[in-house]
């Protein structure tokens, strides 16, 4: 039995065993790793979490069907509203010396990372698509636009002392200027974000930002808490990766009430595109058996206190051209993402109406050129 369990926890994926009661009778390791805060302890039943754990609901039906199916997913909850993951999972039988069974084991790997892999891969070819469309009705808008703004001269040389006349051109002139303008962020939001990586301090990054943004809102309280004494190096693209978090602070300023607001940066190193539970946090460098190279990221959250996110625009934050700010072009944060996943990081939001926002953003330190 010894053996068995020593070949378990070397699996590079996650087991654990339930017997038919739904009570957790074994689990290695990397179970542990995985699941961080949804995990049930040996010893524990899964009934208790089960309506709100699509994974742990979907191991307990299982018990109850005669035909195990060969392949499933579930996602996970997130702790606290964060990210939720994906998990991959195959079942089988334990059974007792009769052929009986007994329960149910079930091998599962986090898919989380290649889902999004997956879809940064799509979003990238319809930004690719969208680009050459954009590029053309570019050229083609440009063209008239240049037209109306030679003509707007003219007249102006034309109308000098009429005031209504020139007023009317000054009108023309600045919407024409608009236009331009739109046309020149949506070029710049559908081109690829090429990246120049080199070697950056995080935390002087940071500082940088939070000592700027402290200038430009006075009335808002800012904090910086880099959890960590060591220095945070990264290989990134410095003046890209500066404007996306720069945004992203600028927009969780402008979110708070001036005369009580506050945001909050923090930023700490993560082995591990997911975190463990925190109370696990210690135990992690003292697992007896790894699942591979792991690899080491930077997390940097961003929050505020301010008036939250709506439900019903949450999901439309990320859109090109929407936004719920008089004068905004609603490009600011979907080029935000375009950044991070050009890094290969991800950016998650957790945000609660008059309660707050947090952004989170998570770029691995190493370069894809590199790693």
Known sequence: MKLEKEILGCFRAGVIVIDMSGTVIYRNEIAKKILGGNLVDVGGNLRSSSAENAFHRSLLESLELQYLPARMESVLPGREGGTRRMIGFTLSELKDGR???????????DLTHIEMA?????LDERLRLLGQMAAGLAHEIRNP???IGVHCGLLRMRCQDDKQIASSLSHIESETGKVESIIRECLNFVRPAVLEPSTVSMTQMLERLVSDMGKMYPKIKFSLHIETTDPINAEVDEVKLEQALRNIIVNAAQACKSD?????????????????????KKRETALKFDAGEQEYFILISIKDNGVGIPENVKDKIFVPFFTTKKGGTGIGLPIVQKIINAHKGVLDIVSEPEKGTEF???????????A
């Open 99 to 109: 052929n009986n069974r007994t329960g149910i084991c079930a091998f599962f790997k």
């Open 118 to 122: 997956e879809e940064n891969k799509d």
């Open 145 to 147: 636009i240049t037209s």
């Open 260 to 280: 009580e607001g506050h945001v909050t940066v923090s930023a700490r190193l993560s082995k591990g595109f997911w975190d463990l539970d925190p109370k696990e």
């Open 360 to 370: 989170i953003i998570k770029i691995p330190l190493r370069s894809s050129s590199n």
